[in-house]
């Protein structure tokens, strides 16, 4: 007020001088608007948070959309059947397309939007230097991985091109856990002897190198089973063939709905088995009472803090006004005209509402982000599932609640202003506002 109101004309400077002089007065109206909107921007943020997390448990067993396994008996092509007559270690390093159902075959099926192999071998992975422990290899390829695998920003300090760009420079480079790693006292570079089996019987020494580290990688657990990551294609090379492995494929919802990618999958792929897709998994869990009665909760809960907030605000803003119509009735005696007035009090109300738009909106995605990760739900022997929830800010549902709080409640104080202007001021003045 000080700073700006003399620059100001007549309506500018009474709406901040109203509110500089008499800003207790509105404290009421700011905490109902900042409470309103804060908790239906932290609901909305936790119900999208819930959602994509329902999403994510369910993609992390699985890893992809859709995953298939591939047995050993598997149609021969050019006379060779991989992983039965390719028992001696190959001399150059195998393309996967080349050995296994081919990239392009699983690209041609309606729906796919991206496909990889991956294959789980036995293996054992010294934890000390005196003392192994059974494991498990995952091979995949480095080159298509991405394009099918669920894999999240967190689930790794460094991207997962990256992750890929390392093994990629070393054929023999392996990734693992940050917890394998501080518990075997390793680094980056450390050479990591692997005693691996690709057909279930045979074992073979492998000597991995450690060329990158992650906190998750899908389907693994690490807790349960230890697990390096391996290339696929040099594995194929150096083991003389695989016995088994998956497809991942990434599809469109409507596709592997229509079972269009099911269909596809026994065209190309005739040996392909369990075929498991996500969407068939999450409407299990989304089905759950449980998860109902949260969505749920959410849902009825902001609507009705919202409602009775609004509710709360007009009724305050009512009482106001008819408190005030002395003063107005003094303004207009003095030179005021009815439309300045109208402004006045308007503009008045309207910075009281963005103030309050705008704090309820920060103070709501802030605390989404503070707290919204403490909502995990355990699942039934008490272990929080894997990947942890990462909080989501709904920005478009926040966006809609904001503006359509904001327009009915700018469109109701002009119908309550214009209804207390109409009123005989004078009289008011004249006799007291005794209604």
Known sequence: DRLVAGWLGVVGCLTLRQLGRRSRDYVSSLLLIIASLSIGAFMASMALSLDRWLKDRTLYPLGADVVVQVAEQMPDRGGVTPGMEAVEPLMELVNPDSWLIPRADLMSIPGVQGATWVGYYRA???VSPTTTARGQIMAIDRLTFPSAAAFRSDFSSAPLGELMNRLC???NGVLVSS???????????DVLPLRI???GVTEREYQAVIVGVFDYFPTVYDDKLRVVIGNLDHIITTQGGVSSYQIWLRADREAIESRQVALGLADVAPAATDYVDVWERMAEESEAKERIGVYGTLT???LASLILSGIGLLIQYQRSLHERLSRFAVLRAIGLSRRELFA?????YLLVLLVGLLAGVLIGVQASRLFI???RIST???SLPIPPLMPLVDRERILVMTVLFGVVQFVVQIGLIWRSMRSELFQVLRMGNQE
Do not use: C, N, W, Y
Request: proline share 9%; glycine share 12%.
């Open 179 to 189: 917890k394998m790693l501080e518990e075997g006292a390793r680094h980056i570079g």
């Open 380 to 382: 039934a022997d008490g």
């Open 197 to 199: 089996s690709t057909d």
């Open 169 to 171: 420079s070393q054929p």
């Open 373 to 375: 990760p403490f909502f």
């Open 344 to 348: 006045h009090v308007q503009l008045e």
């Open 300 to 302: 009825l809960g902001f």
């Open 124 to 126: 054992l992975i010294p």
